[in-house]
């Protein structure tokens, strides 16, 4: 049984910084792809960014593109979202998502296989 639990959401001011974690039992998380996805109310889910299980590639949503970053720490088992020159466009709940069966950073939610609770990034203008 795999579990997936964020951490690091809160309150913070336009501009600042913020570091969501990612943290997974029941299975290692080198083996594994990681997305990273939020949902604010009254919107869609939307793609933030992923990892590759293999070879560390990743891909960001143009909406947060050279302003977030995924690393994972394999030793920790945790892969991290530092996020960088919050908008309140930010502001949403956060979502990390994993496979164990594709090497992939696609932006289709459909084809990760388990989902955390989520974290609440608020971004105050």
């Known amino acids: 049984q795999v579990q997936l639990v964020e951490s690091g959401g809160g309150l913070v001011q336009a501009g600042g910084s913020l570091r969501l974690s990612c943290a997974a039992s029941?299975?290692?998380?080198?083996?594994?792809?990681v997305g990273w996805f939020r949902q604010a109310p009254g919107n869609e889910r939307e793609f933030v960014g992923a990892?590759?299980?293999?070879?560390?590639?990743?891909y960001y949503g143009d909406s947060v593109k050279g302003r977030f970053t995924i690393s994972r720490d394999n030793a920790r088992n945790t892969v991290s979202l530092q996020m960088n020159s919050l908008k309140p466009e930010d502001t949403a709940v956060y979502y990390c998502a994993a496979t164990f069966t594709r090497d992939t950073t696609t932006p289709a939610a459909a084809q990760y296989d388990y989902w955390g609770q989520g974290t609440q990034v608020t971004v105050s203008s």
């Open positions: 029941g299975r290692a998380f080198s083996f594994s792809a």
């Open positions: 990892i590759s299980r293999s070879d560390g590639r990743r």
